[in-house]
């Protein structure tokens, strides 16, 4: 991925996961624009940077941060990307006395900057049809009364709404917001709140055992699969058939799996030696078949893309109701119950990774006379069992992460007679996905990039999701 000539404002760039994204775009090309408030510590990233524009600013001061983007458009005419990093954190209970105190410290930082700074930022990213990052916190979803960061959690619960809202605001304009919630990341911010938990402290609640580096969470970029083993199911053709070709583009030795063997052959000649066996996951002794032979030809497995799914419309009104059921469920749950469990053994020893391809249908209801119960339901119990396992095998530090896409240009529509098409009107960008967009994600949760995340659901529906929630 190239930066090249992009024009890149990231706040809170002194230090953490500001620094290390100033870094990262500027090693890709990128003309970074660093905003903080120690003049110091921005010097000594900036040193580590190619040529960056430094503002000396307060994001939380109105004055300031018209400032900022006046400068950068004084400077280059233009912002591409706004990386809205800034951010405090404090400590108060309710009963102390001193919450409002904290509140008044941490709102104006974390959500009041943000608002202002993206409201004048977006026409210059309209112009470009750029991109907001908001980093909120996995604290957004946390309810703790011990540790007295409530007021920290609820600005970043309020951040991720204001995300949403911003989202579909932007999206007829070309322009796409999205936000990061990490973990504990090894940053200043325990020494500037004088907290008295360690990282070691923060270690001991993570399934993982571990905490992240500020560079986990903006380092996206490089990934290569060198002498990994790959095991895509549903490999013939649309999102799998992607995912087969970019992991072997990456240097991964690719095992693709499918039922049409006239389809396999013409996807594994665009890959680099890929191996294919001819089978059906529904099936339990094909399913051993699979593994048996990846194992017999590779000695190991690395990462397990469960990507194999059907949609069978029917009724719940109609008597054949229970054939589209077990068929659905058979392919869409079971059959990736059973080959992961197969599979799991192999992907302990090499500490390997699982994708689940769901749906966004999963987190939805199907519109009426659809038919599309069945898939919606095995959808949202694969994204379940994603997180029930994803906790199972944390401790042996395989990560388990599920991607639900939207509507994506792959033959299962031309099957159902369905334009795909017709889906844009129904999405916040106007458009369908390609299977290359679902497999370049693929390939980044699989990744080592991606070695703080599991147990995660990441969608990818350009934005149909806020749209049904919006009617």
Not at 90 to 113: E, H, Q
Not at 139 to 150: E, H, K, P, Q, V
Not at 313 to 328: A, M, R
Request: hydrophobic share 45%; glycine share 6%; with cysteine.
């Amino acid at each position: 991925m190239s930066f090249n000539n992009k024009v890149v404002l990231v706040t809170g760039a002194s230090s953490g996961i500001g620094a290390a994204a100033a870094e990262a775009f500027s090693s890709e090309g990128a003309q970074v624009v660093m905003v903080g408030r120690n003049e110091t510590k921005l010097s000594a990233v900036a040193a580590k940077c190619n040529k960056p524009f430094v503002i000396r600013a307060d994001v939380a001061n109105d004055d300031d941060a018209r400032r900022i983007i006046d400068e950068t458009i004084e400077r280059f005419g233009r912002i591409d990307i706004l990386i809205n990093n800034a951010g405090v954190s404090g400590v108060a209970k309710l009963i102390s006395g001193k919450i409002i105190d904290i509140y008044d410290k941490i709102m104006p930082i974390n959500l009041r900057a943000v608002v202002l700074l993206t409201s004048l930022a977006t026409p210059h990213l309209i112009k470009t049809k750029g991109n907001i990052v908001n980093i909120s916190s996995v604290a957004a979803r946390l309810m703790d009364s011990r540790s007295g960061t409530a007021m920290y959690n609820v600005s970043k619960a309020a951040l991720n709404h204001f995300s949403l809202c911003a989202a579909e605001e932007l999206s007829r304009y070309g322009v796409r917001v999205n936000t990061i919630s990490p973990g504990p990341v090894v940053t200043d911010i325990l020494v500037n709140t004088n907290a008295k938990a360690t990282w070691d402290d923060f270690k001991k609640i993570t399934c993982l055992d571990r905490v992240s580096d500020p560079v986990e969470i903006v380092d996206l970029i490089i990934m290569s699969f060198k002498n990994k083993v790959v095991l895509v199911t549903g490999a013939s053709s649309g999102i799998g058939a992607a995912a087969a070709e970019a992991f072997s583009s990456e240097g991964a030795q690719v095992v693709m799996v499918g039922r049409n063997e006239t389809k396999l052959s013409a996807v594994a000649a665009k890959c680099n030696k890929a191996f294919f066996i001819r089978a059906d996951v529904a099936n339990d002794d094909d399913a051993r078949f699979i593994l048996d032979e990846t194992i017999n030809r590779f000695g190991k497995l690395d990462i397990l893309i469960n990507n194999a799914g059907v949609i069978i419309p029917e009724s719940i009104l109609n008597v054949n109701v229970l054939k589209s059921y077990d068929t659905t469920m058979g392919i869409n749950l079971r059959a990736i119950v059973h080959l992961t469990s197969l599979a799991a053994s192999h992907l302990i020893e090499t500490k390997g990774s699982i994708i689940n391809i769901s749906s966004v249908g999963g987190q939805m209801v199907p519109r009426p006379g659809s038919g599309f119960s069945m898939y919606y339901v095995s959808k949202a119990a694969l994204n379940h069992f994603g997180l029930c396992i994803a906790a199972e095998l944390a401790p042996y530090g395989v990560r388990v992460n599920t991607i639900s896409p939207g509507p994506v240009r792959t033959n299962i529509f031309n099957d159902l007679n369905i334009d795909v098409d017709n889906f844009c009107n129904s999405t916040a960008l106007q458009r369908v996905s390609e299977p290359k967009e679902v497999a370049d994600l693929i390939l980044f949760l699989s990744s080592d990039k991606a070695k703080a995340i599991t147990g995660s659901n990441y969608v990818i529906d350009n934005g149909i999701f806020i749209c049904r929630a919006m009617k």
